[in-house]
């Protein structure tokens, strides 16, 4: 693999991960931990991530059960679920926190398919972007007489696959969510 190929691919390989990063921020209607990475507590005067001043899990589909290392801060984690924009009321018992999933309509459903759109096509457009980059580097190295011609085409050929297939990945990827979010 050339130096041209191992930067595409390193660029695209980039380009799905932050698109996966993207796509665990929507909100599908299904408990998933990572939804709560938002909520920061303050924590003895700190702002800490939820996750790491109680235990958090997902008993059902629909609904989170946080427990609290030091019952101390019950109050301070309700207030940051309140803040954080989350659009569920926690509801305390003194020891443990619950949390609701709110049903989502289709209307809203049908909005956050388009978005997911939007965030797929950001990805592939950071792809051929990296192919771009890398075709610019062969013409670069041609011209400078460093690449032959055969070998020029060779390695746009391979960087064209490379660029089918991590298109391939990104619409996996989206057709998957898309799945998540319209069944339920």
Known sequence: M???????????????????????????????????DVVKVNFYGTLSPLSQVAALSCPDARSFLISPWDNSILKEIESAIVKSD????????????????????????????????????????????????????????????VMSEDEAKRNETEIQKMTDEYIKKVDKIAEDKEKELMTF
Do not use: F, Y
Request: charged share 35%; hydrophobic share 35%.
């Open 2 to 36: 050339t130096q041209q190929q191992t930067v595409a691919k390193e660029h695209m390989e980039k380009a799905v991960s932050g698109l996966l990063g993207e796509l665990k921020k929507v909100r599908t209607g299904r408990a998933q931990v990572s939804m709560l």
């Open 86 to 145: 989350l659009g569920m009321t926690p509801q305390s018992d003194g020891k443990v926190i619950r949390l609701k999933v709110p049903e989502l309509t289709e209307q809203r459903r049908k909005d956050m398919v388009k978005s997911i759109k939007k965030l797929v096509e950001d990805g592939r457009v950071a792809i051929r972007m990296a192919r771009r980059d890398a075709n610019e580097s062969i013409k670069k190295a041609q011209k400078d007489k």
